[in-house]
């Protein structure tokens, strides 16, 4: 059983950055891969990033790379999403998942396989 919980969300200007934390309670936190997700108002649940449980490798949707950056620390059970160079079209709540097996590619966007959530955090970006 794992319980998530993000914060780190709040108002910004465009160009701006937040760190959104996730932090994860569970003894078995470690073995399951995350991913970061958003839904903007009137949109579908939409993938941002995510990383394996083991060797921490990461995925990104297309619109993000090279602005945002996703980690974790294991031992303190927490999954980070560095955002910069924020964008209005970044507004949205967005929430962290875990599952359990680390998927290839577009995989990472199938929400279904995400058995646990958070109850997410909300970004705005003001232009």
């Known amino acids: 059983q794992v319980q998530l919980v993000e914060s780190g969300g709040g108002l910004v200007q465009a160009g701006g950055s937040l760190r959104l934390s996730c932090a994860a309670s569970?003894?078995?936190?470690?073995?399951?891969?995350m991913g970061w997700f958003r839904q903007a108002p009137g949109k579908e649940r939409e993938f941002v990033a995510g990383?394996?449980?083991?060797?921490?490798?990461?995925y990104y949707v297309y619109s993000v790379k090279g602005r945002f950056t996703i980690s974790r620390d294991n031992a303190k059970m927490t999954v980070y999403l560095q955002m910069n160079s924020l964008k209005p079209e970044d507004t949205a709540v967005y929430y962290c998942?875990?599952?359990?097996?680390?998927?290839?590619?577009?995989?990472?966007?199938?929400?279904?396989?995400?058995?646990?959530w958070g109850q997410g955090t909300q970004v705005t970006v003001s232009s």
């Open positions: 998942g875990a599952r359990r097996t680390s998927p290839v590619g577009a995989g990472w966007g199938q929400h279904y396989e995400y058995g646990y």
């Open positions: 990383i394996t449980w083991s060797i921490g490798i990461t």
């Open positions: 569970g003894r078995t936190f470690s073995t399951y891969a």
